[in-house]
């Protein structure tokens, strides 16, 4: 006798509904369980035997396509795709390597509440750690609840309702963004699934700097890879942090505010590197800077332009360095051509 087949991850949901371009894996498990009168995704962490603070990624594509409608092909690209089953050694997400854990913000969602409204949906750029701004909005994306001020989380009921039962599409108080910072929120969303509905109507002004021919940190950013972006953008800040001109009094705390300085430093420090400006580093080794820049020189993963404008950093960085020891040693990188 045969035994029944038995299907393993149990029956559909009434509720049908394909991942939406440029929707975070997450964020659709959300749509989906709050549609079908799930409790939220602790509900779907729970069906899929994970426990409560756990973050879905692409290993769960499968059973949530089954429940939800969505294809696995999609799941698999809106959701973390860890490399060799571990997130140290470097994750692909919407479509892009990306080979720093911290690169991605997993359980600690932002949204752009006016987006919400209007879309229905929590785009992937939002994921980026360096995604601090919504440029359709020209708004700081919100990383708490305007209500209860506690942070937003991926367990609330549904997408525009925090945990504490306020609806985030209320509306708040909106925090102005940088034009930096809807810089790198700009470079993100050229990047993802939903640029060209998104972006349409979000052309960026162009800088005074950028009118009279001068280079900016947009030009150091324009041809990178989505990585080569964040390397860069931490490499500038990390290197800002050594700089007599730029430094910052202290460090914020806070996951989105930590990203918010970080985009500053790197753009106060890139406007000067664009330039050509030797920096007055006081340091004798800035060893964070010169890893990620090597890192991002020698990946394999690294486009040409990544690894072009990383080697010309770290050449420009060691002859202006104090640490003549660290110069000779990289006496072939200390020669190379800038930019
Ligand atoms: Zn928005
Ligand atoms: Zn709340």
Redesign the pocket.
């Known amino acids: 006798m045969i035994a029944a087949w038995v299907d393993p991850v149990g029956p559909s949901f009434p509720f049908q509904d394909e991942v939406r371009e440029g929707e975070s894996g997450q964020g659709y498990a959300l749509r989906m369980a709050h549609g079908n009168g799930l409790a939220g995704l602790a509900r779907v962490k729970q069906l899929l035997g994970k426990t409560h603070s756990a973050v879905l990624d692409a290993s769960d594509a499968v059973p949530l396509a089954k429940w939800f409608g969505g294809s696995v092909q999609l799941l698999d690209f809106s959701l973390e795709r860890l490399n060799l089953g571990r997130r140290e050694a470097g994750s692909h997400y919407a479509g892009h390597p990306l080979g720093r854990s911290y690169f991605l913000t997993r359980s600690f969602p932002r949204v752009c509440p006016d987006c919400l409204r209007e879309l229905g949906y929590c785009r992937t750029a939002w994921d980026l750690t360096l995604s601090v701004a919504c440029v359709r909005h020209r708004r700081v994306l919100l990383d708490r609840?305007p209500?209860?001020l506690?942070t937003l989380s991926w367990n609330r009921p549904g997408l525009e309702v925090?945990?504490?039962g306020?609806s985030l599409s209320m509306g708040d108080a909106p925090e102005a963004a940088t034009t930096d910072e809807l810089l790198v929120a700009h470079v993100v969303d050229q990047r993802m699934g939903d640029y060209a509905a998104f972006g349409e109507g979000c052309r960026m002004a162009e800088s005074e700097e950028e009118a009279v021919g001068m280079p900016t940190f947009d030009s150091l950013l324009r041809n990178l890879s989505l990585d080569g972006v964040m390397r860069i953008i931490y490499a500038l800040s990390t290197a800002a942090m050594y700089d007599a001109e730029v430094k910052a009094e202290k460090r914020e705390r806070g996951a989105l505010m930590k990203a918010r300085q970080t985009i500053a430093l790197a753009a106060a420090f890139g406007a000067k590197v664009a330039r050509l400006e030797a920096p007055d580093l006081q340091t004798r080794r800035p060893s964070v800077l010169i890893d990620l820049l090597s890192d991002v020189a020698s990946s394999s993963r690294a486009t040409s332009s990544d690894a072009s404008l990383a080697r010309s950093m770290l050449g420009w960085l060691l002859v202006n360095s104090p640490t003549s020891t660290l110069a000779s040693r990289h006496v072939s990188l200390s020669q190379m051509e800038l930019f």
């Open positions: 609840c209500s209860c506690h925090c945990s504490c306020y």
